[in-house]
């Protein structure tokens, strides 16, 4: 038990309780984390897929290329003793587990993350293996049986940072519709996004997602974007940022998938089911889901790849009224932008600063948020009439 002294947690002092009775295996490429609290009835299911991890020709993974990591934090059901006795059950599983009480201020899914993501780095680094990948699940949630091999992959290929596909477990309750609309939204801005801004290491077919029931990072990228951000929850929203801002090569691979709850009581303050019970209250409140126009979208995202052409090429020496047009379309002042241009090592950070500076009356005023489904259908009518583009692709 962790006294609360009032005092910042030392991250040091509380990993000296956590795994230190196994040592990693000299071929490790892959450590998987697990935050648990109180998944007693789902933690088996979670278990189970982690274990049963095959490659592309349905062969088993190598045991010594990964382990699993499990911390029951905070518990008041059987969970830990759930893990110990899965543990037991599968010898040949490497699959590690320990149990921490943290006092109220830090008894957080942000805290707990952040603790099994650096143990996790240390554990890769022991071994010598900077590109060595740090993977977050939940232990509410079933990866998919090529979770771990499409992740290898794609860290293979070049990547940085991985998220995956996260599908909600079907529910009967009344946000379904609103989880569904959401979902179908937010695909059809990535596949704008990705004609009218694309990326060379994030091609489509991509998704939406950067959650942390599916983020893989490699430990040289999660030291160089500062690790997991301290914030009690969003934690993953938060390491994404983080990520973007050293441009970090991110894939959101559909092939990465997992299956999580939809339940509406869930573990965090923050987090997805707390969005399912706002989902709720505007069914029967009957309230209209908004979203950002599309409008305001694609001018974000073909300005966002001018700007970064002129970042790229023309730092020092942009071109006459190059600017100009960029800031008139964002809202921003072209003198503003010209300084900040040269101010950042990284676009993602000036891109950050650029979307602050844009959240001011003149564009809020021109962008209010508009009907989900008259969004939906505007971009569906965007994508029809850009089926040239797409065909030539």
């Not at 382990?67 to 893990?83: G, K, M, P, V, Y």
């Not at 998919?144 to 990547?159: K, P, Q, R, T, V």
């Not at 929203?237 to 441009?247: G, Q, T, V």
């Amino acid at each position: 038990m962790l006294a609360d002294t009032g005092k910042p947690l030392n991250d040091t002092l509380v990993n000296r309780h956590l795994f230190t009775h196994t040592t990693p295996a000299s071929s490790l490429r892959v450590s998987v984390i697990v935050p648990v609290r109180d998944e007693v009835l789902q933690l088996t299911q979670t278990l189970d897929a982690l274990r049963n991890q095959v490659d592309g020709d349905g062969r088993p993974i190598d045991p010594g290329q990964y382990e699993i990591l499990l911390l029951a934090n905070n518990c008041t059901d059987r969970s830990f003793e759930l893990a110990e006795q899965y543990q037991n059950l599968y010898p040949l599983f490497p699959l590690h587990v320990a149990q921490i009480q943290l006092p109220p201020r830090l008894a957080n899914i942000g805290t707990v993350r952040r603790l099994l993501m650096d143990e996790a780095c240390r554990r890769l680094m022991s071994v010598d293996n900077q590109n060595g990948i740090i993977a977050s699940t939940d232990g509410d949630t079933e990866v998919d049986s090529h979770w771990l091999w499409h992740i290898m992959n794609e860290i293979n290929a070049g990547c940085d940072a991985v998220a995956g596909r996260i599908i909600a477990r079907p529910e009967r309750n009344p946000a379904r519709i609103f989880h569904l609309r959401n979902v179908t939204y937010r695909q059809l801005v990535a596949r704008v996004e990705s004609l009218l801004d694309p990326c060379v290491h994030d091609p489509w077919p991509r998704h939406f997602q950067h959650f942390g029931a599916s983020i893989a990072v490699t430990c040289r990228a999660y030291i160089r974007a500062g690790r997991l951000p301290q914030v009690p929850y969003l934690e993953d929203e938060a390491f994404y940022r983080a990520l973007l801002r050293i441009d970090a090569r991110i894939r959101k691979s559909t092939r990465v998938r997992v299956f999580t709850s939809s339940r509406l009581r869930g573990r965090v303050a923050v987090g997805f089911s707390e969005q399912l019970r706002y989902w709720t209250r505007m069914y029967y409140g009957q309230q209209v889901q908004l979203a950002e126009p599309p409008g305001s979208l694609m001018l974000k995202f073909r300005n966002r790849a001018r700007l970064r052409t002129l970042w790229q090429h023309h730092r020092g020496a942009i071109p006459n009224g190059a600017l100009k047009p960029i800031a008139q379309e964002l809202c921003i002042s072209e003198q503003w932008l010209q300084h900040q241009l040269t101010a950042y090592p990284y676009f993602g950070e000036l891109w950050e600063q650029v979307e602050t500076k844009m959240q001011n009356e003149a564009w809020t005023r021109q962008w209010e948020p508009v009907p989900i489904v008259e969004a939906i259908r505007e971009l569906r009518q965007y994508l029809l009439t850009s089926q040239p583009l797409l065909s030539a692709e």
